[in-house]
C-alpha cells in the first residue's frame, strides 16, 4: 500500500528566511510519480510539481525548489527567502500506475512578517 | 474563464436534509473527482469518472451518490445528511485517470450540517 508522511503539522517561519518541508513516501511500485500542491487561505489546491520515479533531478522554480532522494523515499519542498504570500497548507502526494493518488496530511507554513 | 467550478461555495443545512453539489470543468478533461477535506484538512477521494464511467468508489457511505450527465460535469448527491458530513469538498479534473497528470481542483464547497 501506498504512503505519504509530512510529518511536520506546522511550521512558523519570519519572513525571508527559508524552509523546507518534509515528504516521505511509501511503496513498492518502481513507477511512480510525485507531486506537490498548495492550499492557500483562500482554500482552493493548486498544482505546484510532478515527478516521475525515474527523475532523480532536482528543479528548481524561482524561490521553490525540490529535492527527489529516491534513496531515502524522500520529496522536500524548500522555498528560499520565504515572502507572506506563501503561506499556505502544502500537501505531498503520491500516485502509482492504475491506482489513486494518496495525499499526506499537509504542513500548514505560517510566514509571519 | 474558471477552469473547474462548482456551486454553491457555502452549503448550510439541517441534519435529514438531502443536498446536492455541482462541478464543471471547461479544460476538455476526460477524468472528473469528488474529493473530502476535514476539518484537519486531510484529503481524501472519494469518487472518480472516466469519460462518464466510475472508476474509483472509495469506501463512502450509499448516501453519497455521484452522477456525470457528461464528460465536463460530476455532480455529487447527498441524501439524508448527517453532521459528520460537514466538511469542504472538492472537485477536481485530469486529462485522463492515468497517474501521470495532475489534477486541478475546483474552489471547494464548504458543507455544514446543523
Known amino acids: 500500500a501506498q504512503k505519504v508522511t509530512q510529518a511536520q503539522t506546522e511550521i512558523s517561519v519570519v519572513e525571508k528566511e527559508d524552509v523546507t518541508l518534509d515528504c516521505v513516501y511509501e511503496t513498492r511500485d518502481t513507477t511512480y510519480y510525485l507531486f506537490w500542491y498548495k492550499q492557500p487561505p483562500s482554500g482552493e489546491l493548486v498544482f505546484l510539481i510532478r515527478r516521475n520515479s525515474f527523475d532523480e533531478q532536482n528543479e528548481i522554480s524561482g524561490r521553490y525548489s525540490w529535492n527527489f532522494q529516491k534513496s531515502t523515499s524522500s520529496f522536500n519542498f524548500t522555498i528560499t527567502a520565504s515572502q507572506v504570500v506563501d503561506s499556505a497548507v502544502y500537501f505531498c502526494a503520491l500516485s502509482v500506475l492504475d491506482d489513486k493518488i494518496i495525499f499526506g496530511k499537509g504542513t500548514r507554513l505560517h510566514i509571519l512578517p | 474563464d474558471t477552469a473547474v467550478s462548482q456551486t454553491p461555495k457555502y452549503l448550510v443545512t439541517q441534519m435529514g436534509n438531502d443536498k446536492s453539489i455541482k462541478c464543471e470543468q471547461n479544460l476538455g478533461h476526460d477524468t472528473m473527482y469528488w474529493y473530502k477535506q476535514d476539518s484537519k484538512k486531510f484529503l481524501k477521494i472519494m469518487f472518480s469518472?472516466?469519460?462518464?464511467?466510475?472508476?474509483i468508489n472509495e469506501t463512502v457511505p450509499n448516501r453519497f451518490s455521484p452522477k456525470s450527465p457528461d464528460k465536463a460535469h460530476l455532480n455529487l448527491h447527498i441524501n439524508s445528511l448527517e453532521l459528520g458530513d460537514s466538511a469542504v469538498y472538492f472537485c477536481a479534473s485530469s486529462q485522463d485517470g492515468t497517474s501521470y497528470n495532475e489534477q486541478f481542483f475546483g474552489p471547494g464547497t464548504r458543507l455544514t450540517v446543523l
Open positions: 469518472y472516466n469519460n462518464k464511467e466510475l472508476i
